[in-house]
Nanobody, 119 residues
Framework: VHLVESGGGLVQPGGSLRLSCAASGFTFSYNYMHWVRQAPGKGLEWVSDIYTADGRAKFADSVKGRFTASRDDTENMVYLQMNSLKTEDTALYYC?????????????WGQGTLVTVSS
């Protein structure tokens, strides 16, 4: 199982970025795929998850209304569209696969992609 994130970078407050997660080595359908972030000097914060079977997504209150999630099950890709970015969104963003059948058992992590929101 392999997860590779991309799309991070430096963006000004109010800007947008789209993170991508390329998944391989497992059957993509019927998985919960999460985005978890870690800000500098802070702990892990759950951001969002999406159920690959139907595309239903959930979001943390801190990003609700600004972030959206999607998946492409023909390409085994998961995306996090981040709009109206704030400085407090600065973090290393991880794509995480949950164990099949267990939404909150986060079993495989990508290496992360860094998002920096700064003027």
């Amino acid at each position: 199982v392999h997860l590779v994130e991309s799309g991070g970078g430096l963006v000004q407050p109010g800007g947008s970025l789209r993170l991508s997660c390329a998944a391989s080595g497992f059957t993509f359908s019927y998985n919960y795929m999460h985005w978890v972030r870690q800000a500098p000097g802070k702990g892990l914060e759950w951001v969002s998850d999406i159920y690959t079977a139907d595309g239903r997504a959930k979001f943390a209150d801190s990003v609700k209304g600004r972030f959206t999630a999607s998946r492409d099950d023909t390409e085994n890709m998961v995306y996090l569209q981040m709009n109206s970015l704030k400085t407090e969104d600065t973090a290393l963003y991880y794509c995480v696969k949950a164990l099949v059948g267990y939404r909150w058992y986060l079993e495989v992590w990508g290496q992360g992609t860094l998002v920096t929101v700064s003027s």
